[in-house]
């Protein structure tokens, strides 16, 4: 005991010594280095000999911004999730309690108002402690030093640097105290305290004051009592301790440090033994209010996936990947997006209404303003997670690969308006056409090439209408509102393969995983494979008159300091505006005339196509009115091929044949009037007939035999060039025909049936 003592002596005795000898500036490198000493230099090595290697001189701290929240908004500024790396919300010093700040200095350095970078009576009692424990047993670091620290192990990004942070060392000791006599050159006591309140860990997943305020007690700092400051200040020695999510003990260890936080404030005369004690008496308290981070946790998972990969892959938000999601996890960022909650509510209702949560085909819907690109809802029937017992699903239903999304499923006939705007782009005319069979093979001379120019089209191959028939002369008008596929085969032969993925490329138009789109001769069927966001721009496209815009989910970010980035829409006109009108008042048709007859229009100018995929593989609706478009997918993720959507129960309906009008178009037509309810109705361009009326001569429908005298009319063409067998030829001859004529399911009581043949 008596050579201990000789040792503290000698240790302390010697930093007295170096003092005489160091100007003020040393004072608190050498105290440091007293503390140090014992565990890290070594017998041989002296204070005196240490002191001649000291660059005592304050060095500036580089301080990287802290891990803050990015919050995302809806169009109405409401909060529906947030991403973190750290949970924190930094404030401002008169945003916290006086309590807490009381607590927090009483505790951890009560001297903190009076000295500089370093407290020395502390420093000397840690360095007695150290000595006489034979390692670092006591600290005595100051909260300057502590915010340095804690600097420095917010900038490590590996483990190694980490652990250099926290190492206690002497260069370590040296370079904090270096760093901190800079900081207390740099900032008032207050700014200090400020920092050192925001950066700290107090426990169960909270950084900073703010977060931890409402995560322990579910309130903000600003309104702490005094147990719960308390509380929070004896959480910050030693957090992973303390932790009251980790249990009993845990909590019981926080009461207890809690009570010596109150003891130490009413040992300093900060309250008195009375408020002391009956703060003691208090329970801990803990609300453990979790704080939702990432889209599993928010209400709009599918449009959170779409945003939070928007920012990962969109240059506007970094130059590379990795800064764009470290800005995403630590740049504090709000977010405002176009997500529109009335919107969103229609389009999630009417999907409810048609197909279950546990149902395994899933329907996904997503709604745009055509002329911005602006995303107002994205919608899946499946829940988003990783619970296969509760039918949930892990990615985005609703977008693409590139946005979270899976493989999507074939778009069927929705695709065949492409091949339409490419048909009337190149001159032909609402009533121009040509004969058409129940079957169609492609020629074997290379009537179709990609845009390598191959010869693509399989001969053997025969496409069929969905039932029998299915011939006779059709024009633009009845070939696209009977969807005959046979039709739009010799009109893809006509306009060219190539031309025409060409013309849906210009639409925005990419296979939903991001592989080159299939260039086969059924291109005009649908055979790729898409998600709902990229159809649903696509005819947006359309009814903004040919402009495309890309999809857009952010229009405002304001990042920590609160500047204020804009983003506008990426708009381009990639369509003739009258081809955009001609091919609008064709598709207006298919709610009256066309193969969403039986399921009806919104009460407003609208226009769209139906979309079944051979096999009955995916059932779609597209449409769109001048306001909004959106675009329905129904299909089975398991497979679309091994689990096709024949003889199904879908939203506890029994179908035989699923068709797009069945459930896509239904879904469609509910979500839509709930989106534009108390919206002023838009009309149309009108189309301009002498540019796009009549035909063209020889493709031109034929005319009939003169009729004789007493002879009724032979048919009811009208002005269009149909054959007079009414709005689909002489045979409804709709790969998209819904069972029954148009019912979404069989007789009272869902009884299968067999699809009509007219």
């Known amino acids: 005991m008596q050579a201990q003592g000789k040792d503290q002596g000698s240790v302390i005795g010697a930093a007295g010594n170096v003092l005489k000898l160091l100007g003020a500036a040393a004072v608190t490198g050498v105290l440091v280095a007293a503390v140090a000493l014992p565990a890290v230099g070594g017998a041989g090595m002296t204070v005196n000999a240490a002191t001649n290697e000291l660059r005592l001189l304050p060095e500036e701290l580089k301080e990287p911004p802290l891990a803050e929240k990015t919050t995302l ?111 207390e050159e740099k900032y008032t006591k207050s700014e200090i305290l400020e920092r050192y309140l925001n950066i700290s860990y107090y426990g169960a997943g909270a950084y900073g004051i703010q977060a931890a305020a409402r995560r322990f007690f579910n309130k903000p700092a600003s309104k702490l009592t005094l147990w719960e400051a308390a509380t929070l200040a004896g959480a910050v020695q030693n957090p992973s301790v303390t932790d009251p999510g ?80 470290r800005l995403l996890q ?171 993925v060409k013309m849906a490329k210009s639409l925005g138009i990419k ?24 159809v649903s721009a696509a005819y947006a496209t359309v009814a903004a008159r040919g402009t495309y815009c890309r999809p857009m989910v952010i229009t405002e970010s304001t990042d920590r300091e609160g500047k204020k980035t804009s983003y506008k829409p990426k708009c381009k006109q990639v369509l003739d505006e009258e081809v955009a009108d001609a091919a609008t008042h064709i598709m207006s048709g298919v709610f009256t005339k066309g193969t969403m007859t039986e399921v009806g229009g919104i009460g407003r100018p609208a226009a769209g196509k139906t979309g079944t995929t051979d ?32 003889g199904v129960t879908i939203g506890g309906r029994y179908y035989n044949y699923v068709y797009g009008a069945s459930i896509s178009g239904r879904i469609w037509k509910d979500s839509m009037l709930g989106a534009l309810k108390g919206v002023e109705a838009t009309p149309f361009t009108p189309v301009n007939m002498e540019r796009f009326g009549g035909c063209s001569g020889g493709r031109c429908a034929p005319k009939p035999p003169p009729k004789r005298e007493g002879e009724g009319p032979r048919d009811g063409r009208g002005d269009d060039g149909d054959n007079g067998d009414g709005p689909f030829g002489p045979d409804r001859g709709d790969d998209n025909r819904e069972v029954n004529g148009g019912a979404p399911f069989g007789p009272a009581g869902g009884a299968p049936i067999a699809p009509a043949v007219p």
Request: neutral net charge; hydrophobic residues 35%.
């Open 615 to 646: 096999a009955y593989t995916a059932a779609w609706f597209a449409g769109f009115t001048p306001d909004l478009a959106s675009a329905v997918s129904l299909g089975d993720p398991r497979g679309a091929f091994k689990y096709d959507l024949t």
């Open 511 to 534: 296979r939903a995983d991001g592989r080159p789109l299939k260039e086969f001769e059924t291109f005009t069927l649908g055979i790729n494979e898409m998600d709902p966001v990229t």
């Open 330 to 500: 630590r740049g504090g960022l709000v977010i405002k997006t176009t997500l529109d909650p009335k919107a969103q509510k229609a389009a999630e209702q009417a999907i409810k209404e048609y197909v279950k949560t546990s149902d395994k085909p899933v329907a996904s819907q997503a709604m745009i303003v055509p002329g911005t690109g602006a995303v107002k809802a994205m919608a899946a029937s499946r829940k988003f997670g990783r619970n296969k017992k509760k039918n949930e699903i892990s990615y985005n239903l609703v977008g693409d690969r590139a946005h979270g999304g899976g493989a999507g499923f074939q778009a069927g006939s929705t695709f065949k308006p492409f091949t339409l705007l490419t048909a009337l782009d190149q001159g032909m005319k609402l009533g121009d056409g040509f004969g058409t069979g129940s079957g169609y093979r492609a020629p074997s001379n290379g009537a179709f090439r990609d845009c390598k120019g191959n010869g693509v089209g399989e001969p053997s191959h025969e496409v069929k209408n969905s039932s029998e028939g299915g011939g006779g002369f059709k024009t633009l008008t009845t070939g696209t509102l009977g969807s005959v596929n046979t039709f739009f085969m010799r009109l893809e032969q006509e306009v060219g393969l190539c031309e025409t």
């Open 246 to 325: 980790a249990g009993k003990a845990a909590r019981d260890r926080l009461v207890d440090r809690r009570n010596t936080v109150l003891y130490r404030m009413a040992e300093l005369g900060k309250i008195t033994p009375q408020e002391a004690e009956e703060a003691k008496k208090k329970k801990l308290g803990f609300k453990n209010i979790e704080a939702p981070g990432g889209c599993e946790e928010s209400p709009y998972p599918y449009f959170c996936l779409y945003v939070r990969q928007e920012i990962a892959t969109n240059e506007d938000f970094g130059k590379t990947r990795k800064q764009r999601e």
């Open 73 to 183: 908004l809806d169009a109405d500024g409401k909060q529906f999730a947030q991403f973190y790396f750290e949970n924190r919300e930094s404030v401002k010093l008169d945003e916290v309690a006086d309590v807490m700040k009381t607590a927090i200095v009483a505790i951890e350095d009560y001297r903190f108002y009076e000295h500089g970078a370093i407290d020395l009576e502390g420093t000397f009692r840690a360095a007695v402690k150290n000595v006489s424990g034979g390692g670092v047993v006591q600290g005595g670091s100051s909260i300057t030093q502590q915010y340095v620290k804690l600097v420095l192990l917010n900038a490590a990004e590996t483990k190694e640097e980490q652990d250099a942070a926290i190492a206690p060392t002497f260069p370590r000791k040296l370079n904090e105290l270096r760093y901190a006599l800079a900081i």
